[in-house]
């Protein structure tokens, strides 16, 4: 099986079929791979917009080693980091003089570079002082919100990224915020218009830039929230 454009430009409009599209993939080379007198084989192929991706996810890459250059190999999966070399560059440009590479084109086709995450602020740990203050839980994965002042007071929320198994360490007191009925589970409540006033100083840091996340993947999630707020 071959996946083109596996990564999509999230800065450029594109979307990601669904939330579980990893899921459906799984789903459908299971189906092929049953007919197969061979295991099957899927090959994806992108330019590295972001390492944020749902493939990642689902094969839990260690998205932190995807840097320009790198090749990394897992149980079930393995990751090039391509970078074209000068010799190809030369002869693309020898076979089309027109052709014209902006900065951003060049750092991400031809450097291999996660262009979209550039700007993401990141923050592995939890801020001193930084309380929870609400998690939101879209598919199978969860992020918590924690509030609080940072000691340079740039930022006033930090974002974390959760698997699945996290829902055993949350209080039972605490809600858990979902968006659609199917992601509902014990101590949920779905989003409503009600609940926007609770969620503004979330959307307004937002706004500001004034949130660190623990991981890329944390940043996009939290954008997908954003809608609701």
């Known amino acids: 099986m071959f996946i083109d454009e596996f990564i ?3 800065r450029g409009n594109e979307k990601y079929l669904t939330a579980d599209e990893y899921f459906l993939v799984q789903e459908i080379y299971t189906t092929y791979n049953r007919e197969s007198v061979k295991p099957i084989r899927i090959i994806g192929a992108a330019n590295p917009y972001s390492v944020y991706c749902p493939f990642f996810i689902g ?3 260690d998205t ?3 840097k320009p250059g ?3 190999v897992g149980d079930n999966y393995c990751v090039n980091c391509f970078q074209v070399p000068e010799e190809l560059k030369k002869k693309i440009l020898a076979a089309n003089s027109m052709y014209q590479f902006d900065d951003a084109y060049r750092r991400y086709a031809f450097n291999g570079e996660a262009v979209n995450d550039a700007n993401i602020r990141i923050q592995k740990f939890e801020p001193r002082g930084f309380k929870l203050k609400m998690v939101f839980k ?3 994965d969860f992020i918590s919100i924690h509030s609080g002042v940072s000691q340079d007071k740039t930022y006033k929320f930090w974002c974390c990224k959760h698997k699945e198994d996290w829902l ?3 209080s039972k007191n605490r809600k858990i915020i979902v968006f659609n009925f199917g992601d509902m589970i014990d101590g949920s409540v779905k989003f409503s218009k009600e609940m926007t006033l609770t969620t503004l100083s979330l959307k307004q840091a937002m706004n500001n830039r004034q949130i660190t996340y623990n991981c890329i993947d944390a940043q996009y999630m939290l954008e997908d929230v954003y809608s609701y707020l």
Do not use: Q, T, Y
């Open 8 to 10: 999509v430009n999230l």
């Open 59 to 61: 094969l839990d890459v």
């Open 138 to 140: 879209l598919g199978r």
């Open 70 to 72: 790198a090749f990394i």
């Open 168 to 170: 055993s360490k949350v």
């Open 64 to 66: 932190r080693k995807l």
